[in-house]
Structures are given as C-alpha cells and as structure tokens.
C-alpha cells in the first residue's frame, strides 16, 4: 500500500495551470504543506524526477505537497496578462497556496527551489506571508575570490573530458564572433541582473524574511561551488547578523542535477529532515547554525535497488 494519494488538479483564474497534489494516505495532515517549484523551464517533476519522489516522501511524513507548472511551462498554459514572469510566477504560487488552503485546509506554506527556482520562492516568501518556510537549492551565491578562482581551476581541468564544458565553450565562442548566432542568444528572460542589483535584492529579501522569523535554508551542492570553508557562498553575507538565524548546507558530494540515486537519497534526507523542523516549529540544528558548516549526509544514501520506478506524474 502507497503511502501517499495523488490529486491532479487544474486551477488558476482561467484554468490554465496544471499540477499534482500529493497527501498522506491516511492519519491527519500536517498543518503545513510544500510548494515544488519548477527548476529552470523543466516539467514540475524535477531533474530525475525528484519532486516526485520528495513529494511521497513528505507524504510519508505527514506533510502534503503541490508541484505544478508555472504559466507557460510544462503543462500550463500562456499567462493571459503582461505581468513580468517574476510577478506572474509569484500569482501562480499563490493560486497554489489558495487552491491547498481550500482542498486541505492548510494555511501555511514552504517553498522548495532548485535553482532558478530559489528566485521565485524568494519572491513569493517576501510577498506572502503564508510562507514560513523557504529551501533556495543552488540558488543566489556570492562565492569570494579564492572560491571562484578553485571553481575556475576545476573546471578549466575538466574542460579536455567533459562533453559538457566543451559544448559550452563552442557555444560562447559562437556567440562571441558569429552575428548570427549572437542574435539566436536566449532571450532576456534568462539574462542576470549586474551583480550590485542582484546582491541589493538579496539583502533586502533576506532581512525581511529574517524579521519575519522566516525558516529558510541555503543548500548547495560541489557541482556548482566545488568547495566550502565557511559559508563560502554567501561571500559579503557570510557575516551578516541576519543571516545567522538561516540555516546552511554545503555537500560536495552531491551534484546539481541530483544525477546519481545517492544524490536524491542524500538531498531528499536533508530536505524531509528540514521541513519537519519547520512544520514542527523547530529551529535550525546547533552544528549548522553556529558553524554554518554542512553536516555529513553520506550515511542517508540507500541502495538504489530500494527505489521503485513509479509512472511519472
């Protein structure tokens, strides 16, 4: 027997947006539920389908979940308005939240990003009050020189191996001399903002969310940042008195991707352990909060045969 019950549903003001709503099979829900954002312009189900999985394993727990697609993702449909896709993915989550609080009941919420997901749950943390949890995964870092100069090393040893590094060299060197390929770019939607604006934005956020007594926890992974020493990639932040009540976990371990089983068994331990703190009004763990230093999270791995291949949702 399945420990959770899965719901599609379809809401939003014209209908248009698509997603699942996991629950516990049976006792009472936890007074919080999860919002799963989608990481980049990926399906809801996550890379590897690891929403999907986190979502039954929260349900195991007691806690329910949503992961849907944002307006003109996926499965969703075009917005029907102008709003920027900032301000419209922030109207999307809260149509969730809306939708959670009439299905379920539950009027409060954590926001899960991977990634360029961390960018929408940060805004839609400092817009709602609803939310008193928010997970950033590979999401806003501001790594100091010595972190960029050993991520620069890394990668320019991988560059003679890995497909990857290679491809995207190519890629830029186009971009950089062909007229053609230049105006083929992605459009301004995937454009950073200059790294002053960036880092002025996550200041603001994160002292609103820190007077707000918002849980939140910065997690990242060595594909992206490679090492950690002391709250590396929070650079200028690291020292910062707000920042000390937020939680912070490096694994190097684990890649951005979550390629390998032992990466989503390891990411789906840290995250479930996590949101039941939140949910159950816990606090950050000693060893993290005053060091700000990752725990060790090897031993969550499991044997990837425990894992059953379910149909994807």
């Known amino acids: 027997m399945n420990d959770y019950k899965e719901i599609p549903v379809q809401?939003?003001?014209?209908?248009?947006?698509?997603?699942v709503?996991?629950?516990?099979?049976?006792g009472s829900l936890a007074p919080v539920a999860c919002l799963m954002l989608n990481m980049g312009a990926n399906h809801r189900i996550g890379p590897r389908r690891i929403?999907?999985?986190?979502?039954?394993?929260?349900?195991?727990?007691?806690?329910?979940?949503?992961?849907?697609?944002?307006?003109?993702?996926?499965?969703?449909?075009?917005?029907?308005?102008?709003?920027?896709?900032?301000?419209?993915a922030v109207f999307d989550l809260q149509a969730a939240m809306n939708l959670i609080q009439t299905m379920l009941g539950i009027r409060r919420f954590i926001a899960i990003g991977l990634c360029s997901g961390a960018?929408?749950?940060?805004?839609?943390?400092?817009?709602?009050?609803?939310?008193?949890?928010?997970?950033?995964?590979?999401?806003?870092?501001?790594?100091?020189?010595?972190?960029?100069?050993?991520?620069?090393?890394?990668?320019?040893?991988?560059?003679?191996?890995n497909p990857a590094v290679i491809g995207k060299t190519v890629r830029w060197l186009q971009r950089k001399f062909s007229a053609s390929?230049?105006?083929?770019?992605?459009?301004s939607i995937f454009e950073p903002?200059?790294?002053e604006v960036t880092a002025a934005l996550f200041r603001r956020s994160m002292t609103q969310l820190a007077e707000r007594n918002v849980a939140v926890l910065l997690f990242y992974t060595g594909t992206m940042h490679v090492t950690d020493r002391h709250r590396d990639q929070l650079g200028p932040f690291a020292d910062e008195p707000f920042m000390q009540q937020f939680e912070y976990e490096f694994i190097g371990e684990i890649d951005h991707s979550l390629t390998s089983m032992a990466s989503q068994q390891i990411?789906?331990?840290?995250?479930?352990?996590?949101?039941?703190?939140?949910?159950?009004?816990?606090?950050?763990?000693a060893h993290s909060a005053a060091t700000g230093r990752a725990g060790t999270h090897a031993g969550a791995a499991r044997s990837a045969a425990a894992w059953q291949r379910d149909p994807v949702h």
């Open 11 to 19: 809401f939003g003001p014209d209908g248009s947006l698509i997603g």
């Open 119 to 161: 960018t929408n749950g940060l805004s839609l943390a400092v817009a709602d009050a609803r939310v008193i949890g928010l997970l950033m995964f590979d999401g806003y870092a501001f790594p100091g020189r010595r972190a960029r100069w050993e991520r620069t090393l890394h990668r320019a040893l991988a560059v003679p191996t």
């Open 51 to 88: 929403n999907v999985k986190l979502a039954r394993q929260m349900a195991a727990r007691g806690i329910s979940s949503i992961r849907f697609d944002l307006a003109g993702l996926g499965d969703s449909g075009p917005a029907g308005g102008s709003e920027h896709f900032l301000t419209q």
């Open 21 to 26: 709503i996991t629950t516990p099979s049976e």
């Open 181 to 187: 390929a230049a105006a083929a770019a992605s459009p």
């Open 193 to 195: 903002e200059p790294p």
């Open 267 to 285: 990411f789906m331990k840290v995250v479930c352990d996590w949101a039941l703190r939140v949910t159950h009004g816990g606090t950050a763990s």
